[in-house]
């Protein structure tokens, strides 16, 4: 029990040297640069529109209503964390906690996303990349898509969709606007 218990703290450390830095070890038997300094890949640069503590409007449809009615604003934080390798959101709506991490897989080339949330209490995962258009398509494997853009002035918009039929068609639910930088 106890050599298992190592082994799998030997797997979760290693898993979180960036792996740039273990090719480069790999490579020059050496690393010339500390995982700390390591830069952001131009996947990641992507997203840094996205940071910023922001003042967010939401608004969703309701069982009582076809349209998206306008919810309470409230505030996200977006903050660069783990040597600039990840983006993590925190904030609280509507009494519900949530913590989001944003990052880019270097070696596959797309995005994914991490959402944890007191309500629920089980983890979201979501995976995707920018179309020719500039926006984030985000999936999971459970029917829902996040479409993530940067507004024309300031800020940036996130709406949520849903399929009942496999990805063929997708209908709104959900909208996040954030409006202005705090």
């Not at 490579?27 to 700390?36: H, Y």
């Not at 640069?45 to 449809?61: N, S, T, V």
Request: hydrophobic letters at 35%; one cysteine or more.
């Amino acid at each position: 029990m106890r050599v298992t218990a190592i082994c799998f703290c030997i797997a979760l450390l290693s898993s979180f040297i960036p792996l740039s830095f273990a090719q480069e070890v790999k490579q020059n038997n050496v690393a010339s640069v500390a995982p700390s300094t390591v830069t952001a890949t131009t996947g990641f640069d992507r997203l840094q529109f996205l940071q910023g503590r922001w003042q967010m409007q939401p608004a969703q449809k309701t069982a009582k209503s076809a349209e998206l009615q306008p919810g309470a604003p409230y505030q996200m934080e977006i903050v660069p964390v783990i040597a600039n390798r990840y983006l993590r959101a925190t904030g609280q709506q509507d009494g519900t906690a949530f913590e989001l991490t944003f990052g880019y897989d270097e070696k596959r080339h797309f995005y994914r996303l991490s959402i944890l949330d007191s309500y629920s209490g089980m983890p979201d995962f979501y995976q995707g990349h920018f179309n020719d258009q500039g926006v984030l398509l985000l999936t999971n494997d459970h029917g829902f898509r996040l479409e993530i853009k940067a507004n024309q002035q300031q800020g940036w918009t996130a709406e949520n969709y849903f399929s009942k039929d496999d990805g063929k068609t997708w209908q709104l639910y959900g909208r996040h606007i954030a409006e202005k930088k705090l």
